[in-house]
C-alpha cells in the first residue's frame, strides 16, 4: 500500500524558513517523480516543485524560484521542500505527490498517482 506523509507544517511569521518532509513508502521510490503542490480554499492545487527520480533534475514554479529548494534522500525514501523568506500568500496545504515514472511532465496534478494528506503552512504578516 502506497503512503505518503507529510510533515514540517505549522504556524511561522513572515520572513521565517520551513522545511517540510513527506516521507513515502512507495515501492519505487528511487525511480519515481515525486511534487509538492499546494491549495488553499480559494484556489485549484498548484504545482510548487518537483524532483526527478535521482535528484538532480528540479522544477519550480516561477512563483517560488529563488525560495523553495526541493530535495531527496532515497535512502531513507523521503523528499523535502526547504522554504525560505516565508510570506503570507505561501499560506496553503502543502501536499506531496508521487509517480513511479518520468513522462517529462511536472506540473500537472493529475498526472500523479499517489498524494499525503497535507500540511498546513500559515504565514503571519
Same mark, same amino acid.
Not at 518532509?21 to 503542490?37: I, K
Not at 523535502?80 to 513522462?103: F, G, H, M, N, W
Given at each position: 500500500?502506497?503512503?505518503?506523509?507529510?510533515?514540517?507544517?505549522?504556524?511561522?511569521?513572515?520572513?521565517?524558513?520551513?522545511?517540510?518532509?513527506?516521507?513515502?513508502?512507495?515501492?519505487?521510490?528511487?525511480?519515481?517523480?515525486?511534487g509538492w503542490f499546494r491549495q488553499t480554499p480559494?484556489?485549484?492545487?498548484?504545482?510548487? !516543485?518537483?524532483?526527478?527520480? #535521482? &535528484? %538532480?533534475?528540479? /522544477?519550480?514554479?516561477?512563483?517560488?524560484?529563488?525560495?523553495?529548494?526541493?530535495?531527496?534522500?532515497?535512502?531513507?525514501?523521503?523528499?523535502?521542500?526547504?522554504?525560505?523568506?516565508?510570506?503570507?500568500?505561501?499560506?496553503?496545504?502543502?501536499?506531496?505527490? !508521487?509517480?513511479?515514472?518520468? #513522462? &517529462? %511532465?511536472?506540473? /500537472?496534478a493529475n498526472d500523479y498517482d499517489y498524494w499525503?494528506?497535507?500540511?498546513?503552512?500559515?504565514?503571519?504578516?
Amino acid at each position: 500500500q502506497v503512503q505518503l506523509v507529510e510533515s514540517g507544517g505549522g504556524l511561522v511569521q513572515a520572513g521565517d524558513s520551513l522545511r517540510l518532509s513527506c516521507a513515502a513508502s512507495v515501492r519505487s521510490f528511487s525511480s519515481s517523480v515525486m511534487g509538492w503542490f499546494r491549495q488553499t480554499p480559494e484556489k485549484e492545487r498548484e504545482f510548487v !516543485a518537483a524532483i526527478n527520480w #535521482s &535528484g %538532480r533534475n528540479t /522544477y519550480y514554479a516561477d512563483s517560488v524560484k529563488g525560495r523553495f529548494t526541493i530535495s531527496r534522500d532515497n535512502a531513507k525514501n523521503t523528499v523535502y521542500l526547504q522554504i525560505s523568506s516565508l510570506k503570507p500568500e505561501d499560506t496553503a496545504v502543502y501536499y506531496c505527490a !508521487a509517480r513511479p515514472y518520468d #513522462s &517529462g %511532465r511536472y506540473s /500537472y496534478a493529475n498526472d500523479y498517482d499517489y498524494w499525503g494528506q497535507g500540511t498546513q503552512v500559515t504565514v503571519s504578516s
